[in-house]
């Protein structure tokens, strides 16, 4: 048996815990690189929050230029901002791309070079700097994951740097900071977060050698990660519409909030699929969000694999609360993904990849570049060749999810 809980050294969740930030971060350092976006740092609890620590540190830098999916002028800008504050201590508050960007400026604070030098598995040499994380959406779980996901002009996808030592060292998971976000955001992200769960709970399972949990990041599902996996897919299920419909829904933004770190944690050992490889150059191509790409592939990518998952989506179908009690593993797999559909519809995901703009000519050049994104792929439980995740991408584009059965 080889199983990893991988997380921060410490994580506070619930109401109000926002209030423990100031202490946190002057525990972890004196000079503070604040890392966030002009939105978030918008927000009055936010301002709250960066006035709190001013008056805990000796000093406090703010890079609030982040934009999305971490491009690496980005980096280099608050690389720069960390070095004028001489930071020994990064606090990121906001989504995914602003979590994401304090960690590789840690890694680079720490260590020195460029992000190209850390592309792909454990490239990082050692701990960096201490990074607090205090996630404003509920959906990436980066605030508890080791995956800092970049975009490099010079690649025709998104580039992953994984390490288990960018996991943060604090997380603080406060539902009170996603009250604002916007109806389209809490879609994206929420979507994204129950991608994590799902593909975590139905990644392909690896026998493993003594020395991977550290010379690799993603290992598989485990039975941990499982549990984990369908925690977030109920609390998801259940909370998802009704935040989208009415983001004043305190439960249902509680709900959201815990089951994206549910899901962070499921993920960030069993690692994500063929959603995620595949949304990576079609997210590059279309420009469109990462949650509606991922949450868009999701059903046909299961389909495709469902003769080696359908236990787990006759599993998944009970979690999510659908009536399946007197159904076969077979019927339950169906009840789930036509209820799948139905949800990302009802959260305003389109159908298909012809309608974010994916010509449908650029199909096997998309499964060829996403093919390659190995720590990805090799979750994905069904087949992994080009010509079958070609034929993903077609049920994708056509809307139909049976494209997805090869012919003869």
Not at 131 to 153: C, F, I, K, Q, R
Not at 267 to 277: D, E, L, N, S, V
Request: proline share 7%; glycine share 10%; charged share 20%.
């Amino acid at each position: 048996m080889l199983e990893t809980v991988r997380g921060p050294r410490q994580l506070i969740v619930g109401e109000g815990v926002a209030q423990n930030i100031p202490r946190v971060v002057a525990e972890c350092g004196s000079r503070v690189l604040i890392v966030t976006d002009r939105v978030v740092l918008g927000q009055p609890s936010v301002a709250e929050i960066v006035a709190s620590v001013r008056e805990k540190v000796a000093a406090v830098g703010v890079f609030a230029d982040a934009t999305p999916d971490v491009p690496l002028s980005d980096v280099a800008l608050a690389v720069s901002a960390a070095a004028e504050v001489d930071a020994d201590v990064i606090l990121a508050i906001g989504g995914g791309t602003v979590i994401d960007l304090g960690k590789i400026v840690g890694v680079i604070r720490r260590h020195g070079g460029t992000p190209r030098d850390f592309y792909g598995e454990s490239k990082v040499p050692g701990p960096t700097i201490p990074l607090v994380a205090v996630p404003t959406t509920s959906g990436t779980g980066s605030e508890l994951t080791p995956v800092s996901v970049l975009t490099d002009p010079d690649r025709e996808l998104k580039v992953g740097v994984s390490s288990v030592h960018i996991v943060p060292d604090f997380a603080i998971v406060d539902p009170e900071l996603t009250y604002s976000c916007p109806a389209s955001v809490t879609a994206h992200s929420g979507i994204d977060a129950f991608c994590h769960a799902v593909e975590s709970y139905t990644a392909r399972p690896r026998a493993h050698g003594p020395r991977d949990p550290v010379e690799q990041v993603f290992l598989g599902r485990n039975p941990i990660t499982d549990h984990y996996a369908l925690l977030a897919a109920e609390r998801i299920a259940r909370s998802l519409p009704h935040v989208v419909r009415d983001g004043g829904d305190k439960e249902a933004r509680a709900d959201m909030s815990y089951g994206s770190m549910l899901a962070g944690l499921a993920f960030a050992h069993a690692g994500t699929a063929a959603p995620h490889a595949l949304q990576y150059p079609i997210g590059a191509a279309t420009h469109t969000p990462h949650g509606l790409g991922v949450g868009l592939l999701l059903p046909y990518a299961l389909d495709a694999a469902r003769d080696a998952i359908g236990d787990r989506l006759a599993v998944l179908a009970r979690v999510c609360g659908l009536d399946v009690t007197d159904a076969s593993d077979a019927e339950a797999a169906d009840a789930f993904l036509t209820w799948l559909d139905g949800l990302l519809a009802d959260i305003g995901i389109p159908a298909t990849l012809a309608d974010i703009g994916v010509a449908r000519a650029d199909l096997p050049r998309f499964a060829e570049m996403a093919s390659g994104v190995t720590r990805l792929i090799q979750n994905h439980p069904g087949p992994t060749d080009i010509a079958s995740l070609t034929a993903i991408l077609e049920a994708a584009w056509s809307g139909d999810r049976t494209r997805h059965v090869l012919t003869p």
